[in-house]
């Protein structure tokens, strides 16, 4: 977890180069292949590379947010439910068991000091001696796109176990 906190000060650091920063972290053909199932691994791969080709894919705090914060959790916990794989988007339990066990993937958000809430992304991990992300790697089940073409959303509390989503919104 302090090697994801030093790779992510960087993004929060003044004028930092957010598009070169991002760039540094997509993933190779192995580095799927080190997240992802084999079968799996060349779909993500796939659904991702249009959003890593376009250039648009660029990761960044919001105004004022110049703080991290990071949750991880392996494969096999994100599979069972264990660790930090509450703080995980939904969609990663369906892709649970596409995932290799042993690798650790990190969530994160930028926030604003004194607040949980923030900016947040999935999908990063250390693979093959370097950090990578493959966000809402998820999506490439459903036949969407990749995560990184659109703009992070505003971290919202995730909801209670057994209350819906909220009516008329």
Known sequence: EEGAKALLSQFVAPNADHAAL???????????KALFDESTAPKIESAQSKDWESGKAVIKPGDGQTEVKIASATGADLAAGKGGAKEFPGG?????KHLVPTATFFRFKFVK?????GTAYDGLAFVNNHWVIAPKPFRALDGKGGGLDEVAAADEPAAKPGKGKPKGG
């Not at 990663?92 to 649970?96: E, F, Q, R, T, V």
């Open 22 to 32: 991002t760039r540094s972290l997509k993933p190779t053909s192995a580095d799927y």
């Open 92 to 96: 990663y339990k369906k892709l649970a």
């Open 113 to 117: 000091p004194g607040e949980d809430t």
